[in-house]
């Protein structure tokens, strides 16, 4: 291709899990979970080894161990023949024994665009993230960059205890560089990692642009906290086995925010490999998002489903880089580029068509023009079309995604320069994809975390979710790409808008053992569930998924009829009393509110006070035929104004 072509690299790619077929000979990696006894007269690591020696005294050979685990699992990652998996899944004590799956990776103006302002609000506040640890399960980080230089950064918190695998590339900005893929430096090769490092907390970079495009200042959405990298995939992907590992070693260091840009299929959390890592850490306190994923715009296409997952789609910013062609009738067509080539003289040009289509090369000596940087476009943000769709497969009555953040021409750090030019360690690229509006929201959660030290995961997911916008620049509904109008399961809650998620009002909180009974209402087994919460546990007491304590609802309705569900809210926010001003359903559907001991008042006295509300939702036994799914909202005002507090409803009529 000729050097004068720009190419933008899209990170677009559909999700993958893939778990190949085995011969009873052939040595594949497989993830054991084990039940601990309940008197244990073994170290960890003796124990986990004990069942290699008992497969190896019933086989041939001693299975090769891979990773031991300690935080994310009870169990570890071990080289077998079929026929040694076999042996392994008869020992007692043994819960499962399953093949590792291959994850795929999900993938200067964001802050200003998101409402982060030097010196004011939430960045003020939350002293630009100070002190918060953000771990990237990704590809690596580029120690070089000036994303990652430490000007204003304080040395780590004492709990740290990363490690620097790379002598005199870690400082007070990146405090963790490690790599759990066999023989591989934890230094980037991809880009994609030092990308996502430096959109959640790159450090202030003057000068940042790609082809002479989007100069200006680039930052992370927390700027000066701290970043630990934790490589876990290859070229070829990111094997179940390492992000695991990674995970595992993220919560041992000590970590605040966990951010995953990468997923597979829907599977059931049992054998999810983030879904186990996210709950173990969701239980240490650390808030994990992850990418929905880039399937859309297909509906039921998501990645990472799981309710203490922070589930992120991707939008616009209102940014473009604009490139417009004028025809010979004056007629305008806008389009994009990040090309500019200097000095390109504007006059009418032949069209071209490319007999054999847009290959490299097709285009070799072909005049091409392009304009400057477009921003303030008014009807961002926009949903992607690649942005991944509900419903939720894993569990159909949990909201899924939970919100959309910048995901499109996002620039940010990268390994090397995309734009040819040499001799600067300065390198930027601009992707696209829920690789990039992941980051953004683990870095809004560690300025949530930074500000709110005493929130749970679930409270800054909650606090996210209830504050999120629902309309453009313009004030007009947010729309998808192609112009129509963004649905529930492509939006969510809505458009992330951290400084009012700095000041929700009130939450809606869930603490770990809370998920028991929810995952008893999926119809996971007791065995099941202790694969993901590293306890052994009954069902005695199980609820639906709407009966979780999450911020939204989704309500299967069937005509004549009715379901009531309660919420309890923890008060965060000044002492205000609040009412319901704002609720919108679908014809024929009506919802009435009740607060627990008040007269349609829920007001509240001092911080952390609890309140506890019922929703009844009821469908009218004469009402027309609908379509499979509704949606609506009910909003929370308080009565200074101060606080809205808005939770979506998603419908299936029966």
Known sequence: ?????????????????????????????????????????????????????????????????????????????????????????????????????????????????????HNSGLWKDSNHGKGVIIGLIDTGVTPSHPSFKDDGVPPPPSKWKGKCEVAGSCNNKLIGLRSFVNGSSPVDEEGHGTHTSSTAAGNYVHNAKVFGLGNGTASGMAPLAHVAT???CEPLGCLGSAVLAGMDAAIEDGVNVLSLSLGGFSRPFYIESIALGAFSAMQKGIF????????????????????????????????????????????????????????????????????????????????????????GIKSDPEIASFSSRGPNLASPGILKPDITGPGVDILAAWNEPADNQTGTKAAFNVIEGTSMSCPHLAGIGALLKSAHPEWSPAA??????????????????????????????????????????HEPGFVFDIQPDDYIPYLCGLGYTPKQIEIIVKKKCNCSKSITEAELNYPSFVVSLKRGGSKTYSRMVTNV???????????????????KVVVHNDEGVMGFTGVQQKRTYDVTFSRDAK????APYGQGHMTWVSNTGKYTVRTPFSFKFE
């Open 1 to 117: 291709m000729s050097p004068t072509v720009g190419l933008v690299f899209l990170l677009t790619c559909t999700t993958l899990f893939n778990v190949l077929p085995t011969k009873a000979t052939e040595l594949k990696t497989y993830i054991v979970h084990l039940s601990s006894p309940e008197v244990q007269t073994l170290n960890t690591d003796e124990w986990y080894n004990s069942f290699l020696l008992k497969v190896a005294a019933r086989s041939n050979g001693k299975p090769e161990m891979v990773f031991k685990y300690h935080h994310v699992i009870t169990g570890f990652a071990t080289k077998m023949s079929a026929d040694q998996v076999k042996v392994m899944e008869s020992l007692s004590g043994v819960l499962s024994v399953r093949p590792e799956g291959m994850y795929q990776l999900q993938t200067t103006r964001s802050p200003h665009f998101l409402g982060l302002h």
């Open 230 to 232: 934790y490589k876990v």
């Open 288 to 375: 994990v998002s992850c990418a929905a994923g880039n399937s859309g715009p297909a509906s039921e296409s998501l990645s990472n489903e799981a309710p203490w997952i922070l589930t992120v789609g991707a939008s616009t910013i209102d940014r473009r880089f604009q490139t417009t062609v004028i025809l010979g009738n004056k007629k305008k067509l806008h389009g994009e580029s990040l090309y500019q080539q200097k000095g390109f003289e504007q006059k009418l040009r032949p069209l071209v068509y490319p007999p054999k289509g847009c290959n490299e090369g097709s285009l070799d000596h072909i005049d091409k023009c392009s304009d400057g940087t477009v921003v």
């Open 460 to 501: 800054i997911k909650s606090a996210i979710m209830t504050t999120a916008s629902q309309v453009n620049r313009n004030g007009e509904p947010i729309v998808e790409e192609s112009g129509y109008l963004a649905d529930i399961h492509a939006i969510g809650s809505g458009h992330v808008n951290p400084p009012k998620a």
């Open 573 to 591: 926010g000044l002492p205000e009393a609040y009412t319901v001003r704002d609720t919108s359903v679908p014809e024929g559907v009506s919802v």
């Open 623 to 626: 009402d027309k035929e609908k």
